[in-house]
């Protein structure tokens, strides 16, 4: 069993920022990818960035050059780095891990609880 448990959501002002953490615990062979999604109200649960183990980042245009993901592999965690935030970025922000677990397994996906973010004008 894999649980992801994130961190760091919170309520700001437009033009701040905030660090959201996310650490994965349990049994696991590897993880590949590691990522982000967020979910507004009323709408689909959208990516935010993700970031495979050969660290090859992802993001859409929506969050290039504000938001940066990257992670430790050590230690199981990834980090979402949002700068220069909007309210429009106002969301519920999932952590997700795509991941073996047993050597030559099949893939699985992983999910968190997902921590809110909150952005005022």
């Known amino acids: 069993q894999v649980q992801l448990v994130e961190s760091g959501g919170g309520l700001v002002q437009a033009g701040g920022s905030l660090r959201l953490s996310c650490v994965a615990s349990g049994r696991f062979y590897t993880i590949n990818t590691m990522a982000w999604y967020r979910q507004a109200p009323g709408t689909q649960r959208e990516l935010v960035a993700n970031?495979?183990?050969?660290?090859?980042?992802n993001l859409p245009d929506s969050v290039k050059g504000r938001f940066t993901i990257s992670r430790d592999n050590a230690k199981n965690t990834v980090s979402l780095q949002m700068n220069s935030l909007k309210p429009e970025d106002t969301a519920v922000y999932y952590c997700f891990a795509l991941l073996q677990e047993t050597p030559g397994g099949a893939y699985a996906r992983s999910w968190g609880q997902g921590t809110r973010v909150t952005v005022s004008t």
């Open positions: 970031l495979t183990s050969g660290s090859t980042a």
